[in-house]
């Protein structure tokens, strides 16, 4: 282990003074000038979330609201029993409930969240009521519930028999370590930029799986799981949510396209920033960010290989394999 944290440490040092990883020198065309049908275009994480993708590109293409396409297209995997990092079929904490976080954004900078909300399956419809019909940010727990009651939500069990049999395997250890790109899939972070050059962004999951009861993650809060602004891009993240928590990635990933980066350089820096600050984490946990700036160019980068997104962009939805720091 001491061998691979002095590997780790000496890469993380090399690259930096370097300033560019070996994605970015591989990549010339991140910098070519932008096709005339560069937008809509929308970017999610993980490849299972294609699917997602296609929902939201049905509201692009007919040249709907970002904010209804990032919409539309969260609500696939929410409902979807089989991903077990989201929604309806999520694992449960450790004490068998299934919680729920969820984020949303538009390109004027308003945010709704919820955290914490059990038996509501789609959660990130739950955080644009919260945005558009409340004057606050975040809802939490019942009063979260409640709300979504309010609004005509229904209640719904969310533990399926796949996700309760996994709880009773982990409990033979009850050991919480988080796996690596485990089946591929997390969080869905999901932006898009529509025919009018309005950027949204929203993140659901139901949070690590045997997490402890209570536990709330990056994704539902605004700079660290998800954030937009119209003027730069946007950018959302998956992974270990503590280790994001911390740097307020997604925060950090806009502003450095402020500051002029391409969202590919400004994703490279905040997993960059986060394993130097944390080496030792990062030998074992993933972190990944994608990012869509104003131009409808984007970036994608994670601490170790394994990462994947959709891109669905002039008429193409494709999966994409990421760049990462280190090979693992």
Not at 9 to 36: C, E, I, R, T
Not at 48 to 65: D, F, H, M, R, T
Not at 314 to 327: D, H, M, P, Y
Request: charged share 20%.
């Amino acid at each position: 282990m001491n061998t691979r944290r002095k590997f780790l440490q000496q890469s993380l040092l090399g690259s930096l003074a370097v300033g560019n990883s070996d994605f970015w020198l591989n990549h010339p065309d991140l910098s070519a000038p932008l096709h005339k049908n560069a937008v809509p275009v929308v970017i999610a994480t993980w490849a299972p979330n294609i699917k997602a993708n296609a929902a939201a590109w049905q509201v692009l293409s007919a040249g709907g609201y970002a904010l209804d396409a990032v919409e539309a297209g969260v609500r696939v995997p929410e409902a979807d029993p089989n991903d077990t990092s989201v929604g309806y079929g999520g694992f449960p904490d450790r004490d068998g409930y299934v919680t729920l976080d969820a984020c949303i954004m538009d390109e004027k900078g308003m945010a709704g969240s919820v955290t914490y909300l059990q038996d509501i399956m789609h959660a990130v419809s739950v955080a644009r009521k919260v945005m558009e019909n409340t004057p606050h940010v975040i809802l939490s727990g019942d009063g979260a519930l409640q709300f979504a009651l309010s609004q005509g939500f229904v209640k719904e069990n969310l533990l399926t028999e796949k996700a309760k049999k996994a709880l009773e395997e982990w409990r033979i250890e009850s050991k919480y370590k988080p796996i690596i790109n485990i089946e591929r899939h997390d969080t869905i972070g999901m932006l898009a930029l529509d025919m009018q050059h309005r950027l949204c962004g929203a993140c659901s999951t139901s949070g690590a799986a045997f997490k402890m009861h209570g536990r709330v993650g990056d994704s539902p809060i605004i700079g660290a799981g998800l954030f937009v602004d119209n003027e730069v891009g946007g950018a959302v993240c998956t992974g270990l949510g503590e280790m994001v928590l911390r740097t307020l990635g997604s925060f950090l990933v806009v502003e450095e396209m402020r500051r002029g980066a391409h969202p590919q350089k400004a994703v490279e820096t905040a997993v960059k920033r986060i394993v130097k600050k944390y080496p030792k984490q990062s030998e074992e946990a993933q972190v990944a960010f994608v990012a869509l700036d104003r131009k409808a160019r984007h970036g994608a980068y994670s601490i170790h290989t394994g990462f994947n997104y959709a891109l669905y962009q002039q008429g193409e939805n494709r999966v994409i394999e990421a760049g990462s720091l280190f090979e693992k």
